[in-house]
């Protein structure tokens, strides 16, 4: 028949080999002591900082199932940060000279932990020799990551400012060309650009140079045409009857080496020599107008080459100028967003220097040394346990 199990037989078996427990025990202790004395003393101070809570954005798309939730954790996109040599260098930078016991960078991140807290606050902890140095690392640390913030968020206003200068140049170049079309040619100085007239035959020039000839040239083709159609006139009239010499009362033929009351005198004395005259005449001012037509026609060309060319200075020049407005409002949107953006994050507990070592943690260290010792020491007296009933059972058989 089966005894029940009672556990008192193996607890007597244990404790007669108690030393195989305690001596276990005692090492581990002596080996802790020693590892936590020869451990150098280390001071960890906590800074606390706080990130804007999690953002949600909205993203609506042409259909209702297709609408996005995008969560933004400002916590998880800056403490990063906190872990790059640019923002040690910066924290050490404001600790120069304050530190009593030097540090680099790579130390700095060595020995910088970050952990997240309630709500959207997280720990800068930092480890140090002096408990006033963790102090000072810590908050230099927490100063420096909204800085850090700014430059990564705010934009990069050298370069910027860069762009500026570039695009600042090249409008000054194209309104340079702007300047020396308008002396060469008279366009684009401002004005309506249409030629007024005043009274008689008065014209007042708003115009370019080429315009104002254009306009002066087809002002005497209209004037050449007005005094060809009265003699053609006249020389109909003189066909039929008498010529209407009245018709010819007009200042375009004095250029012609004839004046109107010649022509009058010449049609009651000769009509024959009046029709001569007047031929001839008429195919002078036939000649003379193809002439102003041509010149014209050239002017027109120039005019319209002209026209264009400004209109491509004008548009190329617009462009720079754009860029340069642009560029200018952006430089004072990045030096304002780096305020913006750097004061999301803030300190809301600066780091004191500690009190007591951070390092060597002795009840730590004591306390897994007694846990290691007992779990070898029971583990050696149950293998001996073990071994004593094998050798009985072999030396019995």
């Known amino acids: 028949m089966d005894q029940p199990f009672t556990p008192q037989p193996y607890v007597q078996l244990l404790v007669r080999r108690w030393p195989l427990i305690v001596i276990p025990v005692v090492v581990a202790l002596v080996v802790a002591v020693a590892l936590s004395l020869l451990m150098p003393v280390r001071y960890t101070a906590r800074a606390v900082a706080i990130a804007p809570n999690e953002q949600l954005a909205w993203k609506w798309e042409s259909k ?7 969560r933004f954790d400002w916590r998880a996109e800056v403490t990063p940060l906190l872990t790059t040599a640019g923002v040690a260098q910066r924290a050490l930078a404001k600790v120069q000279g304050q530190l009593a016991h030097p540090i680099d960078a790579r130390q700095l991140l060595a020995a910088t932990r970050v952990r997240n807290g309630d709500g959207s606050l997280f720990d800068i902890s930092v480890t140090a020799a002096d408990p006033n140095d963790a102090a000072l690392l810590a908050n230099a640390l927490a100063a420096s990551l909204p800085e850090a913030v700014s430059e990564l ?3 990069d206003l ?3 400012q860069k762009a500026l200068d570039a695009a600042t140049i090249e409008y000054n170049k194209q309104d340079k060309i702007l300047l020396d079309f308008r002396s060469r040619t008279g366009m684009g100085i401002g004005w309506g650009g249409d030629l007024a007239s005043g009274s008689g035959n008065e014209l007042f020039g708003a115009q370019s140079v080429v ?6 040239k087809n002002s005497m083709r209209a004037s050449l045409e007005n005094a060809l159609d009265r003699i053609d006139m006249v020389l109909q009239s003189a066909k039929t009857g008498a010529p209407a010499v009245t018709l010819l009362d007009i200042p375009d033929l004095t250029t012609y080496g004839v004046t109107y009351d010649e022509l009058r005198q010449l049609a009651q004395s000769d009509p024959q ?3 001569a005259r007047l031929e001839t005449i008429r195919g002078q001012m036939t000649k003379d107008l193809e002439t102003l037509t041509e010149n014209a ?3 027109q060309q120039v005019e319209s080459g002209n026209q264009q060319e400004l209109d491509n200075i004008l548009q190329e020049r617009g462009v720079w100028l754009e860029s340069v407005t642009a560029l200018e409002r952006r430089g004072v949107e990045l030096q ?3 305020i913006v953006e750097g004061s999301r994050v803030r300190t809301v507990d600066a780091a004191q220097p500690p009190s007591k070592p951070s390092q060597p943690r002795w009840a730590l260290n004591l306390g897994v040394a007694l846990v290691a010792g007992l779990f070898l020491g029971l583990l050696l007296a149950v293998a001996s346990i073990y071994l ?3 050798s009985k059972g072999g030396a019995g058989s």
């Open 64 to 70: 209702l199932s297709d609408v996005v939730d995008t």
């Open 153 to 155: 968020y705010g934009g």
């Open 158 to 160: 050298a370069s910027n």
């Open 211 to 216: 315009k104002q000839e254009l306009t002066l």
């Open 273 to 275: 020599a009046l029709i």
């Open 297 to 299: 026609l050239a002017l």
């Open 336 to 338: 304002m967003k780096p």
């Open 388 to 390: 004593d009933r094998g």
